[in-house]
């Protein structure tokens, strides 16, 4: 085998890290898609079992920084499967009713336990070191709520950023952070 394809088939397996230097001069990661896609198929490694586990997700434009983080469970009323043209807004409200391995059938009327997640802006870029010392995820004086209760499915990743609610922000950096 030539050395020309033996490189370029190595060169298949490597995935791209770079470093940049966020908004308070730290290093973290550039965004990209394959750094908050979920790791496997296995539960404890999907991003949002991540983050229900306590750690918070922190991501930067050029300009602002943005929390991501677990916002506790909420009590909903399941109601029926989407119709194929329904709008968007009436989309995020309504549960698809379905069973998987294990469970029992969900039926319209039913209240289910939904794991909903936050996102809001960082008043003010704080270095890292500050942060942990008043608390993962940011208090509430720290932080401009900007969605409340979402659903992750309300959570589009792409190539580029993350539409949050249908609002859409172009990522450069991004950083997972634990409280301890």
Not at 24 to 39: F, G, H, M, Q, T
Not at 82 to 94: A, G, H, L, R, V
């Amino acid at each position: 085998m030539s050395p020309i394809l033996n490189a370029l088939r190595q060169q298949r397996y490597v995935r791209e890290v770079t470093i940049q230097y966020n908004l308070c001069n730290e290093p973290w990661l550039k965004y990209s898609i394959s750094v908050v896609a979920d790791r496997g198929l296995k539960k404890p490694l999907y991003t949002s079992a991540r983050l229900k586990k306590g750690e918070v997700l922190y991501l930067e434009t050029h300009s602002c920084r943005y929390e991501l983080c677990f916002n506790g469970e909420k009590m909903v009323k399941a109601t029926a499967a989407p119709q194929p043209y329904e709008p968007e807004t009436q989309k995020s409200q309504n549960r698809n009713l379905h069973s998987t391995a294990g469970e029992r059938s969900v039926t319209e009327g039913d209240s289910i336990v939904m794991d909903v997640f936050r996102w809001s802006r960082c008043k003010k870029p704080l270095p890292q070191r500050l942060m942990r010392s008043i608390g993962i995820p940011l208090p509430l004086e720290h932080l401009e709520v900007l969605e409340e209760n979402l659903d992750w499915e309300d959570i589009k990743w792409s190539q580029t950023g993350v539409s949050i609610a249908g609002k859409e922000y172009p990522l450069a950096r991004v950083h997972f952070l634990s409280p301890n």
